[in-house]
């Protein structure tokens, strides 16, 4: 029995041919389908190379296990999200690798209700029982239909704008070669049947799992340039990048300057409380202060809860909370089966762009100017507990505010920081931020400390 290597924490993943192949896809949708035993689930790829084959293998699997599946196509995960919950089915899988590498693929996997399925939830029995490769036989071999998700998820979208209240503007949009171009076009078709008064730039706009102007990851500041001119270009009012599987998506303003996600979850928690006062909005404890500041100025309450997708999901869940944001760009939504989006994200911010009557630099730039934020800096350390207790034991006597809802936050007052170990990588994840008004400080000084603390 050989150890399979592409099981993460929160999905599947792994370099193909050697931790993921066709086999391997078969046998993980004949473990699903036997561990779950749903009567039908529905399936998604994103525009990889390898997409289709490992999602024809997985669907093959899933028959064999006596399940339906609706094929969807080549999808974003947010589709097979959305066909999870809005569809009579029991589950759903995307197989996408998002912004990794060329020679890489994977999976992420969901019950009923789009419910995610990760290490703690059932994952790791999925592992073991494709890793044993020992199926119990069906009587019955399971169907598979193709499915059009995409009118009833287009539908779903306009949900959250009031389409009477969009003002005349000008959107850069680059699905970066991935798989968020087909929604935009459908999108926009459905703009002009309601005269929203919105015009699309397209750039990298066709699906070519060849990625010819790169892996679509925004996060990456070399992958930032096409967007960032193409507003300056046309003169824009916002530009919007996606990742490959479109679950993130990331906003420039009309300078086209690269907005950090923690302001966006500010934004969007304006958003909803704009619409209606008093709702609950989740947040990751790396960069608080924007967020407690939005959230009380509109009347909301903020809820703090650790960082990655299942925490957040299930703060939301226990608080009934609207909506939760993470830095990282991933933005979940209590209409969307509390599921991340990267559609939702651009809509609410050209709904709040409306509404205000301000450009986004200025409503983002105000944020900045009181809350200035190092960004997210990441060290690779021998030891990161050893690292984080130095840090600890350096600041003592100081005696800050300790938090330990997720790594170690050490609050001074007029400043903050967040350290914590990644959950995926061997690193070592730094955030700080200060109050500009009680601290005149450059955020810099905080940055060059910091840094020598963990590497001196």
């Not at 995960?77 to 589950?91: I, K, N, R, S, W």
């Not at 019955?140 to 979208?157: Q, R």
């Not at 704008?161 to 000008?170: F, N, S």
């Not at 730039?365 to 200035?372: H, N």
């Given at each position: 029995?050989?150890k399979?290597?592409?099981?993460?924490?929160?999905?599947?993943?792994?370099?193909?041919?050697i931790?993921?192949n066709?086999?391997?896809?078969?046998?993980?949708?004949?473990?699903?389908?036997?561990?779950?035993q749903?009567?039908?689930?529905?399936?998604?790829?994103?525009?990889?190379l390898?997409?289709e084959?490992?999602?024809?293998a997985?669907?093959?699997?899933l028959?064999?296990?006596?399940?339906?599946?609706?094929?969807?196509?080549m999808?974003?995960?947010?589709?097979?999200?959305?066909?999870?919950?809005?569809?009579?089915?029991?589950?759903?899988?995307e197989?996408?690798?998002?912004h990794n590498?060329?020679d890489?693929?994977?999976?992420?996997?969901?019950?009923?209700?789009?419910?995610?399925?990760?290490?703690?939830?059932?994952?790791?029995d999925?592992?073991?029982?494709?890793?044993?490769?020992?199926f119990?036989?069906?009587t019955?071999?399971?169907?598979?239909?193709?499915?059009?998700?995409?009118?009833?998820?287009?539908?779903?979208?306009m949900?959250?704008?009031?389409?009477?209240?969009?003002?005349?503007?000008?959107l850069?949009?680059?699905?970066?070669?991935?798989?968020?171009?087909?929604?935009?076009?459908?999108?926009?078709i459905?703009?002009k049947e309601?005269?929203?008064?919105?015009?699309?730039?397209?750039?990298?706009h066709e699906?070519?799992?060849?990625?010819?102007n790169?892996?679509p990851?925004?996060?990456?500041?070399?992958?930032?340039?096409?967007?960032?001119?193409?507003?300056?270009?046309?003169?824009a009012?916002?530009?919007?990048?996606?990742?490959g599987d479109?679950?993130?998506?990331?906003?420039?303003?009309?300078?086209g300057?690269?907005i950090?996600?923690?302001y966006?979850?500010g934004?969007?928690?304006?958003?909803?409380?704009?619409?209606?006062?008093?709702?609950?909005i989740v947040?990751?404890?790396?960069?608080?202060?924007?967020?407690?500041?939005?959230?009380?100025?509109?009347?909301?309450?903020a809820?703090?809860?650790?960082?990655?997708?299942?925490?957040?999901?299930?703060?939301?869940?226990?608080h009934?909370?609207?909506?939760?944001?993470?830095?990282?760009?991933?933005h979940?939504?209590?209409?969307?089966?509390?599921?991340?989006?990267?559609?939702i994200?651009?809509?609410?911010?050209?709904?709040?762009?409306?509404?205000?009557?301000?450009?986004?630099?200025?409503?983002v730039?105000?944020?900045?100017?009181?809350?200035?934020c190092?960004g997210?800096?990441?060290?690779?350390?021998?030891?990161?507990?050893?690292?984080?207790?130095?840090?600890?034991?350096?600041?003592?006597d100081?005696?800050?505010?300790?938090?330990q809802?997720?790594?170690?936050?050490?609050?001074?007052?007029?400043?903050?920081?967040?350290?914590r170990?990644?959950?995926t990588e061997?690193l070592?994840r730094?955030?700080i931020?200060?109050r500009?008004?009680?601290?005149?400080?450059?955020?810099?000084?905080?940055?060059?400390?910091l840094?020598?603390?963990?590497?001196?």
């Open positions: 029995m050989k399979l290597s592409c099981f993460k924490a929160y999905d599947i993943r792994g370099k193909l041919g931790e993921l066709e086999d391997i896809a078969y046998r993980i949708g004949r473990a699903y389908g036997q561990i779950y749903p009567k039908t689930v529905v399936v998604g790829c994103d525009v990889r390898s997409s084959d490992l999602k024809q997985t669907i093959r699997g028959n064999d296990a006596g399940v339906d599946v609706l094929d969807l196509g999808t974003g995960t947010e589709e097979v999200y959305f066909g999870a919950f809005h569809l009579d089915v029991q589950g759903g899988i197989i996408t690798a998002s590498p060329m890489y693929n994977g999976m992420k996997l969901v019950r009923e209700n789009a419910r995610p399925i990760s290490a703690d939830t059932g994952l790791k999925i592992q073991a029982l494709a890793e044993n490769n020992e119990a036989e069906v019955s071999k399971g169907t598979t239909k193709k499915y059009n998700i995409l009118p009833e998820f287009v539908e779903h979208l949900s959250y704008i009031d389409p009477a209240k969009i003002r005349p503007m000008k850069v949009v680059n699905a970066g070669n991935g798989a968020a171009g087909h929604v935009i076009d459908a999108i926009e459905k703009f309601l005269n929203i008064p919105v015009e699309f730039i397209k750039i990298h699906a070519d799992g060849n990625f010819p790169g892996i990851n925004p996060i990456l500041i070399e992958n930032r340039a096409s967007t960032r001119d193409a507003v300056i270009q046309h003169s009012d916002m530009g919007i990048a996606w990742d479109f679950d993130r998506c990331f906003l420039f303003d009309e300078k300057q690269f950090e996600g923690y966006i979850v934004l969007l928690a304006q958003a909803f409380l704009l619409k209606q006062a008093g709702e609950k947040h990751d404890p790396r960069l608080v202060w924007n967020t407690f500041d939005v959230v009380e100025q509109y009347q909301g309450t809820i703090q809860s650790k960082s990655g997708h299942a925490f957040i999901k299930d703060v939301m869940r226990e009934n909370a609207a909506y939760g944001g993470e830095m990282s760009a991933h979940y939504f209590r209409d969307f089966a509390y599921c991340d989006s990267g559609m994200p651009w809509l609410l911010a050209i709904a709040v762009l409306s509404e205000t009557g301000k450009s986004l630099s200025s409503l730039e105000e944020m900045i100017a009181k809350f200035p190092s997210e800096i990441n060290f690779k350390v021998a030891d990161t507990q050893a690292t984080i207790q130095k840090i600890f034991d350096h600041y003592a100081q005696q800050p505010e300790i938090d809802t997720d790594g170690v936050s050490l609050n001074f007052g007029a400043w903050r920081f967040n350290v170990a990644s959950n061997p070592l730094l955030n931020e200060s500009r008004d009680q601290n005149p400080r450059p955020m810099q000084s905080y940055v060059d400390e840094t020598q603390l963990i590497q001196g």
